[in-house]
């Protein structure tokens, strides 16, 4: 299973940006499906999630302002991104995880930077 997620790049502060992550994979193999983000220097951070026994889940972080949505059809996962603050300069990854006999499988994509700038 790949994931590839694309559409990082600059955006001034309060402007908008959506993210998507093309998986090699039919989106129903998967438990939750959602995004996670790093700082240089810092552990990698849970952004939200859309799952499947609790609805679409978000870091209080990015309630109000970020929208995970899930194109069955196209196997993506996006992230939609409003009024974006420096502090949302990070390195953005999509994640997946399923639940098999082998137990929690997670699966990663390989990022993509988005700055904003003040």
């Known amino acids: 299973v790949q994931l590839q997620a694309s559409g990082g790049g600059l955006v001034q502060a309060g402007g908008s940006l959506r993210l998507s992550c093309a998986v090699s994979?039919?989106?129903?193999?998967?438990?939750?499906m959602g995004w996670y983000r790093q700082t240089p220097g810092n552990e990698r951070e849970w952004v939200g999630a859309?799952?499947?026994?609790?609805?679409?889940i978000y870091a209080d972080s990015a309630k109000g302002r970020f929208t995970i949505s899930i194109d069955e059809t196209k196997n993506m996962i996006y992230l939609h991104m409003t009024r974006l603050k420096p502090e949302d300069t990070a390195v953005y990854y999509c994640?997946?995880?399923?639940?098999?006999?082998?137990?929690?499988?997670?699966?990663w994509g390989k990022g993509t930077q988005v700055t904003v700038s003040s």
């Open positions: 994979a039919s989106i129903y193999a998967f438990n939750d």
């Open positions: 994640h997946a995880d399923s639940l098999t006999s082998l137990g929690r499988l997670e699966y």
């Open positions: 859309h799952t499947s026994g609790r609805g679409t």
